[in-house]
């Protein structure tokens, strides 16, 4: 089965500083890998996707992911946080079918950026 | 281009009663999805869709709970009878992809229910 696992509830950072969401892996063959952020009474928003190639994957809103298939993780990554940034964030991966693909959410980290 | 548009937003029943949920998915996507999210917890896939026909309904409460998608547009969610449990946030997402390639799902607002 696939699935994904956010190891920390929540966290913390103060704006300005880098801001690190950890996200680990499961799947069998190659993985399709995802990051969706949620804010308060919003549906998802898509950040960024790795399929194949670079490791290191750059989204939206300055945020990137490097995939690393020694750790099975693809940590999402903000070089200088941002108090707007506070939100939800979901890592998911994406099992490719012929009538369509699904995609398994994990729990996800809930991110508090202080001003 | 449109977003993914979901009604109602908000629902407040009482336990035992019904609920229904409409989803209209972006023009020309192939696959509709409808994802139960509880409180504190990831989004779990309920229902998928593509075009008309259901492709995974696994973790449907096929008991209480109850999907469709006429003409492989638009889709209804339905729960009959409701319990304490099913309070959650409704989301509905839909995706060009019909499995060529791992593209990105867009997500509606959501609808929120409370089972009293």
């Known amino acids: 089965a696939q699935s994904v696992a956010q190891p920390e509830d929540q966290v913390n950072v103060a704006e300005g500083n880098p801001l690190t969401v950890k996200c680990t892996y499961s799947?069998?063959?190659?993985?399709?890998l995802f990051w969706y952020v949620q804010y308060p009474n919003r549906g998802l928003q898509f950040l960024l996707k790795?399929?194949?190639?670079?490791?290191l994957v750059k989204g939206s809103y300055g945020f990137e992911a490097e995939f690393n298939k020694s750790q099975t993780s693809f940590h999402l990554k903000k070089p200088s946080a941002l108090v707007s940034d506070s939100a939800l964030y979901f890592c998911?991966?994406?099992?490719?079918?012929?009538?369509?693909?699904?995609?398994?959410f994990g729990g996800g980290t809930r991110v508090l950026v202080k001003p | 281009e449109a977003g993914v548009a979901q009604s109602p937003r908000y629902k407040i029943i009482e336990k035992r009663q019904s609920v229904a949920f409409w989803c209209n998915p972006i023009?020309?996507?192939?696959?509709l999805y409808w994802y139960q999210q509880i409180l504190g917890q990831g989004p779990k896939l309920l229902i998928q869709?593509?075009?008309?026909?259901?492709?995974?309904d696994s973790q449907l409460p096929k008991d209480r709970f109850s999907a469709e998608r006429l003409k492989g547009v638009d889709s209804t969610l339905k729960i009959q009878p409701a319990k304490l449990e099913d309070s959650a946030v409704y989301l509905c997402?839909?995706?060009?992809?019909?499995?060529?390639?791992?593209?990105?799902?867009?997500f509606g607002e959501g609808s929120r229910l409370t089972v009293l």
């Open positions: 799947v069998s063959g190659n993985p399709y």
């Open positions: 869709f593509q075009n008309n026909g259901v492709v995974d």
């Open positions: 997402a839909s995706s060009f992809s019909s499995g060529g390639g791992p593209g990105e799902l867009f």
């Open positions: 998911a991966t994406m099992k490719i079918k012929a009538a369509g693909n699904k995609l398994t």
């Open positions: 790795y399929i194949t190639g670079d490791n």
């Open positions: 023009s020309g996507h192939a696959t």
